[in-house]
Structure formats: C-alpha cells, structure tokens
C-alpha cells in the first residue's frame, strides 16, 4: 500500500537555507525512544499521559497517545527543549496539558513532584497568535501578570524595565501592540510571561507566522533571553533547523495519535548565531534529524 512505502524526504522552503517539513502520513525510521522516569521529582514529569477529545456530537479524537518524559532540573541554567512534529499531531494539546488548560483523559503532569491540576504561576505559555491586549500599552502588558498579584507599582516598573529592555523594547513602553510589528508582537508576549519568572515557558510555534528574517532575530533573542533566565523553555515547532538552533533536547514527535519517537541531544555549539545555520556541523545535525523523520523503517 502505497501509505506503508515510505516516501522520499521533500522539505518545503522553510526560511531560506533551512528545511521545514511536514512528516504527516510519512513513516520513518522505528523509534528509539524509551522513557525511563527517575526517581527523583524532576522539573517537569509528564507520565503516560493521553488525551482524547469528544466533540459535542460524541465523536472522539485521540490527539495524545502515552506521552512519558521526564526534564530535570539544571539549577542556574536556562534549558531550551523542543518537541517537534507534523502539523495536527498533537503538540498543541500536550502544551495545554502541561499549561493546566486541559484535563488529560489519562496519565498526569508533575511540576516539581506536584500534580498540574490548572493553571499557575510556575507556567507560562506564549501562544502562536498574538495575544496582548489592545487597549493596554506595551508596558501595561507586560506588567500585567504583576498587576494581577497587586505587585506595588515601583516594583513593576522596575521589572518591566529589565523584560523591556531584555527584548528591545524599552523604547516602545508607550505604545499601543496596533503600532507594533508581528515580531515586536510576540517579544510583548515573551516579556509578559518572563515577567512572571515561570519555571516552565511554554511556546506553542510563537514564531511561526514571522518572516524569515524577523524569525531569525527571534530565536537569537530567545537563546540570549534563555542564558539569563533559570527556567525551562518547552518550545513546540515543525521547522528541523528551529529545531536545531534552539534546542539543548529535541523530542520527534508521531503523527496523530502522537508518542515520541525519538530523543535527541543536540551537541553543544560553541556559538549559536545566524552562521551557525550554515556550518557543516548544524547541517549534519539537521540532516540526522531528517534521516530519523524520513528513513525507511527496518
Ligand atoms: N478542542 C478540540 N476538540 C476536538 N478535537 C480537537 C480539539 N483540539 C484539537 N483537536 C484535534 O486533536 C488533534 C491534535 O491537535 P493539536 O492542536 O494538538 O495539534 P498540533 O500538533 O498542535 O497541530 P498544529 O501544528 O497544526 O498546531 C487534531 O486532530 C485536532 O483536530
Ligand atoms: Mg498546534
């Protein structure tokens, strides 16, 4: 059947010398990964997690099929890991499980040892879509997470200075998000949530609807960000040299009914900027990821 021939690797132009895919209805090489849970309370601990959605004329989509992973904490050094997969596999639905905006229908979702049963502060998710207020300016955005928790107001405008400042946007406090670029955008809603200083920032494709060269600044923004900051990024994207740019941990993920397939560690590089993407030692990472997305399964 032609579905069960695995198929040749075609990327489709991502951003300009770099490769997007889309693995969907592909079969590559058999899975590698097997979870194995410390004992210990990790950072993060998602455990046989599965999620199945019921629509409201009772059909059911199994989107999440036993998820385990565990990340453990690296005290005083920010951790980039991203979760890679085709479009509709179930990215989204495992960031909302860990966000506590969805109740998985099996397993569970351990913060610290403690058991995600909604939202809180330890987590913090930045969406694809732009999600700032309107009528509040970039300040007042930024700070708003502070203002909910009555922080006094010398505090905040400290705090908002060092977020602004740490996205470049101290010059646009006063701006209204309608004067502000989609890249400008998604850096309001990066500030607002390291405002919060979570343990855990969750990015659901934040940078997917920029263009290529807005996206590039982005995700040397992002690492610059993650060298200051001790939290953990979960980072969710379909684009292998993203991917590759910005992860410590890389998890490929299954189509739908989605698992993980493989983990991989992405070596240390020394620099990560933009001629990064270009040297043979990215391309060779990249290319074992496709390899792994694509090669015939034994
Ligand atoms: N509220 C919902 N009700 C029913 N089905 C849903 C709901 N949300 C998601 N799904 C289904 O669950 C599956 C996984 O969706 P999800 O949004 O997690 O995928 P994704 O990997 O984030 O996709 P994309 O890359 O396109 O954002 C899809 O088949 C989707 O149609
Ligand atoms: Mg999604």
Redesign the pocket.
């Known amino acids: 059947m032609s579905d069960e021939t695995p198929e040749k690797a075609t990327p489709h132009a991502g951003e300009p010398g770099t490769v997007a895919v889309t693995v969907e209805g592909k079969k590559g090489a058999p899975a590698t990964y097997k979870a194995s849970l410390t004992s210990e309370a990790p950072k993060l601990r998602i455990k046989d997690l599965g999620v199945t959605?019921i629509?409201r004329h009772g059909r059911s989509?199994e989107?999440v099929r036993e998820v385990s992973l565990d990340i453990l904490d690296k005290p005083g050094i920010g951790e980039v890991v991203v979760f890679l997969?085709p479009?509709?596999?179930?990215?989204?639905?495992i960031l909302k499980s860990v966000a506590g905006l969805l109740p998985p229908t099996r397993g569970e979702v351990l913060v610290e040892g403690k058991p995600v049963t909604g939202v809180g502060r330890d987590r913090g998710m930045v969406f694809q879509a732009y999600t700032s207020f309107g009528w509040l300016t970039v300040r007042e955005n930024v700070e708003y997470g502070l203002r909910l928790r009555s922080i006094p107001r010398d505090e905040r405008r400290k705090l908002s200075d060092k977020y602004l400042k740490s996205v470049g946007l101290d010059e646009f406090a006063d701006h209204y998000p309608k004067d502000l670029s989609g890249g400008m955008k998604q850096r309001v809603a990066i500030a607002r949530t390291l405002i919060n200083q979570p343990k855990l920032v969750l990015m659901d494709?934040p940078f997917g609807a920029l263009d290529p060269q807005t996206r590039w600044g982005m995700q040397s923004l992002l690492l610059d960000v993650s060298r200051s900051e001790d939290n953990t990024i979960l980072f969710v994207t379909?684009d292998v040299s993203e991917a590759v740019y910005l992860a410590d941990t890389i998890y490929v993920l299954a189509p739908?009914p989605t698992h993980i397939l493989h983990r991989i560690d992405v070596p240390f590089f020394a620099n990560r900027d933009i001629g990064l993407k270009s040297s043979t030692e990215f391309r060779n990472v990249e290319k074992k990821l496709l390899d792994l997305l694509y090669s015939p399964a034994g």
Do not use: F, W
Request: hydrophobic letters at 5%; one cysteine or more.
């Open positions: 959605y629509d989509t989107a997969g479009s509709g596999c179930g990215k989204s639905t494709e379909h739908r």
